[in-house]
């Protein structure tokens, strides 16, 4: 089924019907009225599988994708147009330009966490570049997949445009097909599988990806603002968004302030009892919930209901040896006290200008070896996840996972060790701006990266000297809202960008294209046999080149 539905895609941009600019115009305006007309049930969709509020589906997913529809359809004469390129002063008389032409039949594998947002807007720049396209929605999501298969044949091409459902089985089948382009969004281990699989074919792929991304807080911040902004940047969609903030860093003076800040804002947002609140979502399935329990701190989830007394107390006696565990880990490696930490900082080397982007490996882990002072003990948290300011508070039956924020979190904790996905934010106090990078560039290049800081210094050296997929100076998730603005990451956050000219970009082929007249043959001059005369020609040539 998944080649005979590639046969047919490759048939029809065979034909040429894709790329007339009146075909690729009809089918943006096709996917906004897609959007619009239809909102009740994308909403509805959204909420049957991640619980998720008809506002942010409406602003975050089903505006955007009318509006980057709208905005490449509205600039397709100027990006399709021919662009004139200067020749060498030799080859004159001569012209050259580059034009844009589709790559073919395209693959976009989207996933659950923004299920129309992120398998519409990639599709609506591969529309504009004059692609026939197959989209593989995620099974995660199952009642929005289903509604894009619906939906996408009554509105768009569908000898040009299909929709494949199911799972790893149908998505594996897909892969074996000779796409000229795939765009897979998701996390890192499938994405190795499908750079795997394109390369079987030399097939170019896009990778959008994820990672811890850092956000940074210093005391010139107004931490009113940054707290509400980080709050809203992290638990909208219940933290499942790819470039939600992933942890906090702070300094010590601000830190616990910040924390508290953060929780205000969360009532302020979702009142006392969030899961009473219509804006605030819930875990996609119970294999994401039961791993985002096991990153709080222990004790916090009461265990599933043991199916005996003896059960309970062995249940009951792990639990209590695994926090004792924590405890001694968290005193033993905390010895020498955060004042001992402070003052080796002082004394700590400097970064200087591109040695940190350098010194970062892509494939560093988030277990990395952290210097000792760059992260300070909070006295009195004993657990590696930190104290619990405001949250964990959790609903087996309903997914719910409470906006919890975490204080005084170790790196060594498990809420470290990979990306969270998910309602829980921890702080970490570290002791300056410099520490905070040395920090980050230990660790895989996130896809996002934050600061809230007015020091000059402080916003131009994290630009200079730490990499990401984007940097925002307290902005959370803007760059995901422009059309104006690539998106993408850097080494393991992802390969190549889109939105806008840069999604129109990745699906098309830039051609370059050469002419000369026949009348005069200047290039005879540069013809064998090379003789004396030409090669005092050459000569001259080179010294005016």
């Avoid at 984007?470 to 850097?490: D, E, K, N, T």
Wanted: hydrophobic letters at 40%; aromatic letters at 8%; a neutral charge.
């Amino acid at each position: 089924m998944t080649n005979q539905t590639f046969e047919q895609l490759k048939k029809t941009y065979e034909s040429g019907r894709t790329r007339p600019l009146a075909w690729r115009r009809a089918q943006l305006n096709a996917l906004r009225r897609l959007v619009t007309e239809n909102r009740d049930a994308f909403v509805s969709s959204a909420m049957a599988d991640l619980g998720k509020p008809a506002a942010e589906t409406v602003l975050m997913e089903l505006n955007l994708v009318a509006g980057e529809a709208q905005f490449v359809r509205n600039r397709l004469s100027l990006w399709t147009a021919r662009h004139p390129k200067a020749m060498h002063w030799m080859l004159q008389p001569a012209a050259g330009w580059t034009i844009a032409e589709p790559k073919g039949v395209v693959l976009i594998i989207s996933p659950w966490n923004y299920p129309v947002l992120l398998a519409l807007e990639p599709m609506a720049d591969a529309l504009a570049a004059g692609n026939a396209v197959c989209l593989k929605p995620s099974e995660l999501s199952p009642n929005t997949s289903k509604l894009l298969a619906e939906l996408v044949p009554q509105y768009l091409d569908s000898e040009a445009v299909r929709v494949v459902e199911g799972g790893p089985k149908e998505t594996g089948e897909l892969l074996k097909c000779p796409f000229n382009h795939i765009f897979y969004t998701g996390g890192g281990h499938v994405g190795k599988i499908v750079m795997r699989a394109a390369a079987e074919h030399l097939t170019p792929v896009t990778l959008e990806l994820g990672g811890k991304s850092p956000c940074f807080v210093d005391r010139t911040a107004d931490i009113n603002v940054a707290a509400r902004r980080i709050a809203w940047g992290k638990f909208t969609n219940a933290g499942q968004t790819c470039v939600a903030p992933d942890y906090v860093l702070a300094t010590p003076d601000v830190a616990e302030a910040l924390a508290e800040r953060i929780a205000a804002a969360i009532t302020e947002f979702y009142g006392e009892d969030p899961k009473a609140s219509p804006d605030f979502g819930r875990i996609i399935n119970d294999r994401h919930f039961e791993r985002l329990c096991k990153l709080l701190p222990v004790g916090t989830v009461p265990p599933e209901e043991p199916s005996s007394p003896l059960v309970q107390v062995a249940s009951a006696v792990g639990a209590a040896m695994d926090m004792v565990g924590r405890r001694f880990n968290a005193v033993t490696t905390g010895r020498g006290g955060a004042g001992e930490m402070a003052g080796s900082a002082n004394n700590a080397a400097k970064p200087t200008a591109g040695s940190n982007m350098a010194a970062a490996d892509d494939g560093a882990t988030a277990s990395a070896a952290v210097e000792p002072s760059e992260i300070h003990k909070v006295p009195g948290v004993f657990d590696l996840a930190g104290r619990i300011v405001c949250g964990g508070k959790v609903d087996r039956a309903a997914r719910y996972i409470a906006p919890t924020v975490l204080y005084g979190t170790s790196p060594d904790a498990p809420v470290m060790k990979e990306e969270i996905f998910g309602p829980i934010l921890p702080i970490l106090v570290v002791e300056d701006a410099e520490s905070a990078i040395r920090f980050i560039n230990k660790r895989s290049r996130p896809l996002a990266a934050y600061v809230f800081s007015r020091d000059h210094e402080v916003r131009l050296t994290f630009e200079r000297q730490t990499s990401s997929g984007a940097l925002g100076y307290s902005l959370p998730l803007g760059h995901l809202l422009s059309s104006r603005l690539p998106f993408g990451g850097v080494g393991a956050s992802g390969i190549g960008t889109y939105h806008g000219k840069a999604g129109f970009l990745t699906f098309s082929h830039v051609k370059t294209v050469v002419t000369k007249p026949q009348f005069p043959d200047t290039l005879r001059l540069v013809y064998p046999p090379f003789n004396e005369a030409k090669a005092k020609l050459f000569d001259i040539i080179a010294k005016f080149s």
